[in-house]
């Protein structure tokens, strides 16, 4: 049997590495190319990252934003899928923990980011962030969870810390998931308990910077904070946090006690510097050139949230989907052109869509250029955005009934607790099965 990476022809070798947005929006645009891809991924599924949150605090099923990643591309007989972990990238080869060395005459990394705790990684335990679907259904876990023990406790101190639920980082993420789990204790859940009242859960979110959506303008950022804090969720502004445990949060020298923290604060980009040996900044995204590949490397891309591009205003590209499906493409383009003897496309310029997050039903905080908005018409605008980008019909119409059940009858569709507990286990939140 022939190896399956040799190739006698001279068809041109293009690895991806990532089948985020940015890398699959590559595959995708690299359709009539004349080469040959291999596209690697550690999962076997492209997720629709923006609403991840909503897995987590159960108004979506993971399947409803998660889709294998071979489905996408069975008809794509150009393009082979490889389940594996990277180590690294060698002597014009990528480097598997899985399996055999993968040979590329251009490759493009587009792994993304991974959740920093900034020099804390002992807080991920207590404090999981919001990357994956496993961290979506463990968030899910424990917040539900949480309310379930509370109506076992009989002890009034030990019941108020199930009952306390802190969220870190007041980014749209941070913002997204406050409003949710508001929403999730006083209306969704709201009198299927017998013992505990869920009106009085305590929501904490901790933004160590002086506004929430820092990346808005002040009035959007403004409206945000007055509608959570409407909603019941108590802002903490200014106020770094300086220790998570399992039982609950430092802020400065205030201890919190909570059994439910989600970390929501920053990331930090996946290895790629270290595989490709250059010099990074804090937040290791990797410096690229005007056509997004590495400095000194013409055959390497690098795009998504694992690169440093400029922008015309000279800050970086930010950290975003639409962002990332422009680079993905850009760099089809580039490929494209080279394969065909044709001049360059013209520097990569990215195109800022604007700012969109949500608050929770009916409310929401929208930015195009100079007009804001605010409310239920912004709130429409987001969702009508988000089902747009999702990949394929189906699933924008189950996500559609799903927010269009939540909005009419205030019911969650995905409140299973389906992983099982140690036998004669009582631990709570944040001790699962001896974590």
Known sequence: ??????????????????????????????RRARCRIT???QRNHHLFQPLLYQAATTILSPSEIAWPIRGLLKHRPDVTTLMATVTGVKDG?????????VPFDSLVIATGSKTSYFGHDDWQTAAPGLKSLEDATLIRRRLLLAFERAELETDRDARAALLTIAVIGGGPTGVELAGIIAELSRETIRGEFRHIDTL??????????????????DTLSAYATRSLQQRGVEVHLGTAVSDVTEDGVKLGETFVSCRTVVWAAGVTA?????????????????PVTSDLTVVGQ?????IGDAAAVAGSSGALVPQLAPAAKQQGAYVAT??????????PPPAFRYRHAGNLATIGKRSAVVQFGRIELTGGLAWWIWGIAHIYFLIGTRNRVAVAWDWLWTYLRGLSAARLITEPQPSGSDVGPGREGGE
Do not use: C
């Open 334 to 343: 580039v490929l494209a052109a080279r394969l065909g003897n044709k001049p």
């Open 200 to 217: 009085s859960t305590r929501i904490l979110l901790i933004e160590a910077g002086p506004r929430l959506l820092s990346a808005f303008p």
């Open 1 to 30: 049997m022939p190896d399956q990476y040799s190739d006698a022809s001279s068809v041109h070798r293009v690895v991806v590495i990532g089948a985020g947005f940015a890398g699959l929006e590559a595959v995708r645009k690299l």
């Open 93 to 101: 080869k990528v480097i598997l923990r899985e399996g055999k060395p």
């Open 39 to 41: 596209l690697i991924d």
């Open 270 to 286: 996946s290895p790629v510097a270290k595989w490709l040996g250059v010099t990074t900044g804090k937040d290791r995204r990797v």
């Open 298 to 302: 013409p055959q390497i891309f690098v």
